[in-house]
Structures are given as C-alpha cells and as structure tokens.
C-alpha cells in the first residue's frame, strides 16, 4: 500500500516561497512509469494541477503556474517537493500530493492534503 504524507508550513506570506514536501511510503518514487503530482484545490474551486516530477527526475509544469514552479526530488529520502514563488492569496489552496501509473494523469494515491494559506 503506497501512502504519500504533504508536509510544510501552513502560512505563507505574500511574496514568499511555498515549500511542500511528500513523503512517500511503501512504494519507490524512481519505480518505472510513475508520476509525482502537485494538485490544489483553492476555496471554492476545483482541482488544479501544478505539475509532477516523474520516475527518471524529469518535470513538468502547468503552463499556468510554470514561471513560478519548481518540484524537485531526494530519492534517498523517498520525497519530492514544490516550491511555488511569489506567493499571492490566490496561492491559498488545499495542496495535494498524487501518484500516476502508466499515464501522467492517472492517479491512484493521494496524500490527505494540507492548506495552505497565504496572508500577512
């Protein structure tokens, strides 16, 4: 059973950076074809994808958020991380982590989520 745990303040000032961290457990994040999402859910709103790392370290980011986006990965630790700059309240989210199989998008575990929100 995989199991993926966000980590990470949950008040961020305007201008600041964003760091989250997931965890991830019972399973490797460099396993073949596996995907490692960022996905918000701001007040209100839907889901909205920020992008993933996959299983070779590589990345890919919403175009929406691509300017001010970087996930990272520490194989050694079995975690991957976002970092979203320039934080605006409009960053004030439910943030999850996701895994993928075979496709990008075809998740089939997710963390609990953790807010986060942006305000002075």
């Known amino acids: 059973q995989v199991q993926l745990q966000e980590s990470g303040p949950g008040l961020v000032k305007p201008s600041q950076t964003l760091s989250l961290t997931c965890t991830v457990s019972?399973?490797?994040?460099?396993?073949?074809?596996?995907?490692w999402n960022w996905i918000r859910q701001p007040p209100g709103k839907g889901l909205e994808w920020i992008g993933y790392?996959?299983?070779?370290?590589?990345?890919y980011y919403s175009p929406s958020h691509k300017s001010r986006t970087s996930i990272s990965r520490d194989t050694s630790n079995n975690q991957f991380s976002l970092q979203l700059s320039s934080v605006t309240p409009e960053d004030t989210a439910v943030y999850y982590c996701?895994?993928?199989?075979?496709?990008?998008?075809?998740?089939?575990?997710w963390g609990q989520g953790t807010q986060v929100t942006v305000s002075s």
């Open positions: 996701a895994r993928a199989v075979a496709g990008p998008y075809d998740y089939d575990y």
């Open positions: 019972g399973g490797s994040i460099t396993t073949n074809y596996c995907y």
């Open positions: 790392i996959d299983y070779s370290g590589n990345t």
